[in-house]
């Protein structure tokens, strides 16, 4: 089982001088700890359930493009992609440049989207939830297409490419692994059946994600897809430090599912939280996980 740190929230430190230190210094501790994986929100308001809009968020890829020459092991990814704040070919340009400067590192992490607030704040187009599902399903073979050695034209009912021209082509083989985020049964699992190869779903207790897995398992029997072929992840919600026996017995029931990786997330100054995981060795345990 891998362990990935999802860095959701940006303000601690309350200096924003001092945001690019904790980020890097964060990232650089998890890696040392074994921490496999590394993301981030793809928002541009923190997310009012959470706290309040007004907190500071970064713009995602930016960030990575940074952690990129800060690591060296760990894959960078956005958790998740908003289809609705890139067009299509420029997101694949965008992944395939942290692809390439990371040394391989890059996954593209990608949902439907869903803050109303940000994107009219911000001017992006709000359109009906259908209307972003189509537009997922676009974009990803849109991006598929530009991993490929196809340079064509690309003429959907959202978007039209005259070509598909992606030069330097990733590093990753034979493409940066596409994750679907959300656990939608009609939809959004049956896009990660046909086009992914990874899901990520919420963890809130392991009976939750067994249904997921078990509308994930009809989808691709539906579709043609070996199930198997699917890398299956979980944003873990238990504070893994209150208790870290408990945390790892509660990933144990996730690995029993063919859980591959789960996430989780700071619940503190993000140092503080990467140096306590890596002192109460959380990933070298998931590792030893079977």
């Known amino acids: 089982m891998k ?12 200096d924003p001088s001092e945001t690019a230190g904790a980020l890097a210094e964060t990232a650089r501790i998890a890696e040392q700890a074994g921490i496999a994986a590394f993301t981030v929100m793809d928002h541009y308001f923190q997310m009012e359930f959470t706290t309040s809009a007004e ?25 998740v992609t908003g289809v609705m704040y890139r067009y299509p070919g420029l997101l694949a340009k965008i992944v395939t440049t942290l692809d390439v400067l990371s040394g391989g590192r890059a996954r593209l ?13 911000l001017g992006v187009p709000v359109v009906p939830v259908g209307e972003r599902f189509e537009r997922l399903e676009e974009t990803l073979q849109i991006c598929l297409q530009m991993w490929s ?21 990733p590093i990753s083989r034979p493409h940066p692994p596409i994750m679907i985020g959300g656990g939608g ?27 997921k897995l078990d509308v994930l398992r009809e989808h691709c029997a539906a579709e043609g897809r070996d199930y198997r072929s699917i890398d299956k992840t979980v944003l873990v919600t238990r504070p893994p430090l209150a208790d870290v026996d408990g945390f790892v017995a509660e990933v144990a029931e996730y690995a029993a599912l063919g859980v591959t990786e789960v996430q989780t997330m700071p619940d503190r100054h993000p140092v503080e939280f990467a140096q306590e995981l890596a002192e109460q060795r959380v990933a070298a345990r998931l590792a030893e996980l079977a």
């Not at 959907?156 to 330097?168: D, I, K, S």
């Not at 049964?185 to 809130?204: I, M, Q, S």
Request: glycine letters at 10%.
């Open 3 to 14: 362990l990935g740190l999802h860095y959701w929230n940006f303000s601690t430190p309350a």
């Open 55 to 79: 907190e500071p968020m970064l713009e995602a890829y930016t960030t990575l493009g940074y952690l990129a020459a800060k690591t060296e092991r760990m894959s960078l990814g956005v958790l």
């Open 109 to 121: 992490g990608i949902g439907a989207s869903w803050y109303d607030r940000e994107q009219r704040g």
């Open 149 to 169: 050695d196809n340079n064509g034209r690309f003429d959907g009912r959202h978007y039209q490419l005259a070509e598909t021209l992606n030069v330097p082509a």
């Open 185 to 211: 049964e009609k939809k959004t699992l049956r896009l990660v059946a046909r086009y992914a190869d990874a899901c990520n779903v919420f963890g809130n207790s392991p009976a939750e994600v067994a249904r």
